[in-house]
């Protein structure tokens, strides 16, 4: 048995007393537990600052050299687009050396060549000439059928001269392979 011989009113200013430190300790603590989160807080906010100014440091320092890598982008576009010019007309030039050089291999010494017309907007070979025989022609005209250099040769005609003793000859064919 517990006999208690305070007076009332201490008892309630005991309670009182008890009640207002256990307020004031959770108080305290949660007072505690705010500074310790708003610290926690500012300090990540802080660190993600500094993160977020290296990122954007790196960012301007990428942009710097994405620009330079823009113009030598810009200057490559350029040049191909030179080297396709060039590659187009080479593509369509015509080696005229190359056609006449083939041409004389595989002239017949009996055939002699008077005009020689080259065109190359048609691609078309004209040409007319002297020959001993019809049959030097004809020799003339299947070198020419079988040579890469000219396509479809066609022998349109030839007439005899008495007076010089040879026949001449109209051949014309496309140009084949020019390289």
């Known amino acids: ?3 208690n011989l305070l007076p009332p009113k201490f008892k309630q200013e005991k309670k009182i007393k008890k009640s207002v430190k256990t307020i004031s300790i959770f108080l305290t603590t949660i007072l505690i537990i705010l500074l310790i989160l708003t610290g926690g807080i500012l300090a990540a906010d802080y660190f993600s600052k500094k993160d977020l100014d290296k990122v954007a440091d790196k960012i301007a320092e990428q ?8 113009d030598t982008e810009n ?3 350029t040049v191909n687009s030179k080297l396709s010019k060039v590659e187009s007309a080479n593509r369509s030039r015509i080696l005229w050396s ?11 010494a009996q055939v002699q060549i008077k005009t020689l017309t080259l065109d190359q907007r048609t691609k078309k070979v004209t040409l007319t000439g002297y020959a001993e025989t019809r049959s030097d022609i004809a020799r003339f005209k299947e070198k020419m059928s079988s040579s890469k250099y000219f396509k479809n040769v066609t022998f349109s005609s030839s007439v005899h001269n008495e007076q010089q003793g040879n026949f001449s000859f109209n051949i014309s064919s496309e140009i084949g392979e020019t390289k």
Not at 98 to 108: A, G, Q
Request: aromatic share 4%.
């Open 1 to 3: 048995m517990v006999i």
């Open 63 to 70: 942009d710097k050299l994405l620009l330079r890598y823009k």
């Open 75 to 77: 200057n490559i576009k």
């Open 98 to 108: 190359n056609l006449l050089i083939e041409l004389s291999k595989l002239t017949p």
